[in-house]
């Protein structure tokens, strides 16, 4: 099993910048790759960003973030990051970190294939 637990979220406005992190723990040797989702009110959870744990950390993006959000990893610390910055109010929602076991060659992006989830984080944009 993966604990994930995920942090950072808050009430910024228009413009602002904000970083979540995503600390795992538990069998963390067995994780893929990591992902972020976002979920708005009456919306359908969707793909943000996702790195793959191992070797060469490729890395992901939704068409919408691209360009203003960053994955990140730290292997050594079992966590990974989220950097938003120039948000809109299209990014209020509340963020879930994700892990999947599978070590794919390339990272995916529906949520069925993520194993693990954390609580969600809520990041509100206002305008």
């Known amino acids: 099993q993966v604990q994930l637990v995920e942090s950072g979220g808050g009430l910024v406005q228009a413009g602002d910048s904000l970083r979540l992190s995503c600390a795992a723990s538990g069998r963390t040797f067995s994780i893929g790759a990591m992902g972020w989702f976002r979920q708005a009110p009456g919306k359908e959870r969707e793909f943000v960003a996702a790195v793959k744990w191992k070797n060469n950390g490729n890395t992901l993006y939704a068409d919408s973030v691209k360009g203003r959000f960053t994955i990140s990893r730290d292997n050594g610390k079992d966590t990974v990051f989220l950097q938003m910055i120039s948000l809109s109010p299209e990014d209020t929602a509340v963020y879930y970190c994700?892990?999947?076991?599978?070590?794919?060659?390339?990272?995916?992006?529906?949520?069925?294939?993520?194993?693990?989830w954390g609580q969600g984080t809520q990041v509100t944009v206002s305008s």
């Open positions: 994700a892990a999947d076991r599978t070590n794919s060659m390339y990272v995916r992006t529906w949520a069925g294939a993520y194993d693990y």
